[in-house]
């Protein structure tokens, strides 16, 4: 994708390790220094006992009004406690809420945000089962450690953020909590909901940057990259959903996005996935790059079917036809003609374009064709053009049946392109094989 990360797993860096499971030690200190400082405590509850209590308690959740009526470490012997984990007993790390508190998240995109405490359940942040924290853990202790400066994502997760401040509280840490973003979330293209994987199987686009086989079902699902969409193309389509430069600008490079990016012209509200904006970026950077980066793109595809010439004609090839393009795939199918000649000839262009005498024409242009010496694209165009007026033939009828023995249909560039990046040979011979097939 061209995005470079400062550090990271592989890349190094100062604050590492890098992988959750590389740090369970620090988590676990972490939660130590909760539990030590009364802001967290053990649970021993059963998810069976769980879902008796939200049998009984309509709307039950584990908080102040309910953790003490709980199997945890406030309402047991710090014995028995200290028994059970050394028995092996799983447990669980619970935040301890405290109720009736309005807790302020600043947002850098809604601007305060106040939640009630209230509201909130003791979360789990650490499990016992597998020695790991919770999101909610490792999101701060990795920010804090890691000195991250903004905590960017999606808005689902705003109704974690005033956990996540008592959390930074609870640690000592306020001082240096991270700047938090809340980002609209991306629509389905209808705009009625949040955009699914199953969006981009129903309307055929992709939704994951490779491609996706779900190890469960064994569904595979499209990816930009197998796709044919530039990394270019991507970013700049993803980065205008939900943001504007403050301008009628769309096509930015990655260096112009981090100029112009402010948090603060990202939109509140969810923006529409709109796939065939992405399409049309996708063009556009086509037509941005050089000739010969495009070219080398398009050399796979021209082996598939068994093609192998100079990659100076590939060049020449892909400056006249990828303007006709979104996808460098979809070069064949508009310009195959130029590495294979036409076994067949389109019928509705047959009917339309070739006429009684064009066999007689097309004999004898084949013969003016072989005889010129300048066979540039001005060269060509000078003789036939002479010819035509000197025979007193029909332009359009000419250059019509001239196409179809070329092209086998009624496509293509500009007819003395065409027969220039074929050569004089080719160019004779093809027009020669369709005399033959059509008279």
């Known amino acids: 994708m061209g995005i470079h990360f400062d550090e990271g797993v592989s890349f190094g860096g100062g604050h590492g390790p890098y992988r959750q499971s590389e740090r369970r030690e620090i988590y676990k200190k972490y939660v130590q220094v909760l539990l030590e400082n009364g802001k967290a405590y053990i649970a021993f509850d059963t998810p069976e006992e769980l879902d008796a209590k939200r049998a009984e308690i309509a709307n039950f959740q584990y908080d102040a009004s309910t953790r003490g009526m709980m199997r945890n470490s406030l309402t047991m ?20 809420i405290e109720p009736n508190e309005d807790v302020h998240v600043n947002d850098l995109i809604r601007g305060e945000v106040i939640i009630n405490s209230s509201i ?13 924290p919770t999101y909610h853990l490792a999101n701060i202790v990795d ?41 609209p979330l991306l629509l389905k293209p209808e705009g009625n909901g949040k955009l699914s994987k199953r969006d981009g199987d129903r309307l055929g686009f992709p939704v994951f940057p490779l491609e996706w086989h779900d190890p469960k079902s064994g569904d595979v ?61 996708n063009h556009q950077y086509i037509q941005q790059k050089p000739d010969e980066e495009i070219a080398e793109l398009f050399l796979p595809v021209l082996k598939e079917h068994g093609v192998n010439v100079p990659f100076e004609k590939v060049v020449t090839v892909v400056g006249m036809m990828k303007d006709r393009v979104s996808f460098v795939k979809e070069l064949w199918d508009v310009c195959s003609f130029f590495f294979v000649a036409p076994t067949e000839y389109d019928e509705k262009t047959v009917k339309k374009r070739w006429k009684e005498d064009s066999a007689k024409c097309m004999t004898e242009l084949a013969e003016v064709i072989a005889g010129i010496e ?19 033939y029909h332009t359009g009828n000419i250059m019509n049946a001239f196409r179809l023995t070329l092209v086998g249909e009624g496509k293509g560039p500009h007819m003395f392109d065409i027969s220039w990046v074929l050569g004089k040979e080719e160019t004779v011979a093809r027009m020669k094989r369709a005399v033959e097939v059509l008279k």
């Open 77 to 96: 012997p710090k014995e028995e406690v200290d028994a059970l984990i050394a028995e092996g007993k799983q447990y669980v790390v619970r935040f301890k």
């Open 120 to 132: 909130l359940d003791d979360k789990v942040l650490y499990k016992s089962a597998d020695e790991l």
């Open 143 to 183: 920010d804090h450690l890691m000195e991250v400066s903004h905590v960017i994502r999606g808005e689902e997760w705003l109704p974690s953020a005033p956990l996540h401040v008592l959390l930074y509280r609870a640690f000592g840490w306020e001082d240096t909590m991270p700047e938090f973003a809340h980002l």
């Open 221 to 281: 699902s499209s990816g930009y990259r197998e796709s044919g969409y530039l990394p270019e193309a991507v970013i700049n389509f993803l980065a205008l959903l939900g943001w504007n430069p403050g301008n009628d600008q769309e096509v930015m490079s990655m260096d112009e996005l981090i100029k112009l990016f402010d948090l603060h012209r990202c939109s509140k509200s969810g923006a529409k996935f709109d796939y065939k904006k992405g399409i049309w970026f």
């Open 374 to 392: 300048d066979f540039s694209i001005e060269g060509q165009e000078k003789v036939v053009m002479d010819w035509i007026a000197e025979k007193g």
